[in-house]
């Protein structure tokens, strides 16, 4: 799976939009572009995942660039509770279960602010 | 998605004995778990695979003899920590593959090992 890039932290204000980037140059044509978040001693929480398209569900929106070079995260109103580790993960859908693991990077580390 | 339950929740042992985490699907039959392991301000890392009816699968650096993976059932998934030591202290978190189009990850809420 190719590796990803992303800022080491970001504060964002409460109740304003948060874009977090990710880098992912060498990604393939069948990877897709995934989405966690861990908040502070919990599991990492699935937030949304695209291939080529912008999607958007009740969590977040996702952009992904034309080239899909790149990607951004959207969190349209930021709220305390938002504050949280987040990860990039690019990866391809494999049939067998076991062949989906996933390959956690450094994240972004995002601090709401009041 | 998935309802995933790890316990226990936090444990704190004396070095030299044994810990057993459970990873438990509670909605869905999970033939593949995942068994990660995170230092503090560090990023997960997998240890290993566990496959229901077959041997777990263990990752690079990962002694096998010393975290034992027990996929009993397809809703239960047991780690233990065998002969634990302080540096063994850890947070542990399973995940299970939700199966569908997408094979999606479920993660379990973690269980904070100490070892004193």
């Known amino acids: 799976d190719a590796k990803t890039t992303q800022p080491t932290s970001m504060d964002c204000a409460e109740g304003r939009a948060a874009n977090l980037p990710c880098n992912h140059s060498?990604?393939?044509?069948?990877?897709?572009v995934y989405w966690y978040r861990q908040i502070h001693s919990q599991g990492p929480q699935y937030i949304i995942h695209g291939l080529k398209n912008n999607e958007t569900n009740e969590m977040a929106s996702l952009i992904i660039t034309e080239d899909r070079k790149s990607s951004t995260l959207i969190l349209p109103h930021a709220t305390l509770r938002d504050t949280a580790v987040y990860y990039c993960i690019v990866r391809v859908v494999r049939v067998k279960a076991a062949g989906n693991k996933l390959t956690f990077g450094g994240g972004t580390r995002v601090l709401v602010k009041p | 998605g998935a309802v995933v339950s790890q316990h226990p929740s936090r444990v704190i042992c004396k070095s030299g004995t044994s810990v057993k985490i459970e990873c438990r699907s509670l909605d869905f039959q999970a033939t593949t778990m995942f068994w990660y392991r995170q230092f503090p301000k560090q990023s997960l890392m997998l240890m290993a695979t566990s496959n229901e009816g077959s041997k777990a699968t263990y990752e690079q650096g990962v002694e096998k003899d010393k975290f034992l993976i027990n996929h009993a059932s397809l809703t239960l998934s047991t780690l233990t920590v065998t002969s634990a030591h302080p540096e063994d202290s850890s947070f542990y978190i399973c995940s299970v593959i939700s199966g569908g189009s997408y094979n999606e990850q479920f993660f379990g809420p973690g269980t904070r090992l100490t070892v004193l």
């Open positions: 060498t990604i393939s044509g069948n990877e897709y």
